[in-house]
Nanobody, 124 residues
């Protein structure tokens, strides 16, 4: 059974940093692209970042570009999200996702597997 488990969320002051991890199990994801989405209270889930199979190409939402960095370690079946210069608007539940088919990496329905999410709260 495929599982994605996020970790690293928490409470941090504005301007601080957090590093999220998402570890996969049940299959190897080296041939899959991986992404992060987030859902703030009262809002729809939105794209944050994605990375291709090799890790050589990354995509970011405009709102996080220059502050967040996505990376992956295929040997560990893990994707990371380094978040710097955090702002109150970054408060949300963060989800990792994995997919292997076609479509835009910015769209939820492109992904096949999802984690349960990890809460990130930024205090001002």
């Amino acid at each position: 059974q495929v599982q994605l488990v996020e970790s690293g969320g928490g409470l941090v002051q504005a301007g601080g940093s957090l590093r999220l991890s998402c570890a996969g199990s049940g299959r190897t994801f080296s041939n899959h692209f991986m992404g992060w989405f987030r859902q703030a209270p009262g809002k729809e889930r939105e794209f944050v970042a994605a990375i291709n199979r090799s890790g050589g190409i990354q995509f970011y939402a405009d709102s996080v570009k220059g502050r967040f960095t996505i990376s992956r370690n295929n040997a560990k079946n893990t994707v990371y999200l380094q978040m710097n210069s955090l702002q109150s608007e970054d408060t949300a539940v963060y989800y990792c996702a994995v997919g292997s088919g076609g479509g835009s990496l910015r769209l939820e329905n492109t992904y096949d597997y999802w984690g349960q999410g990890t809460q990130v709260t930024i205090s001002s």
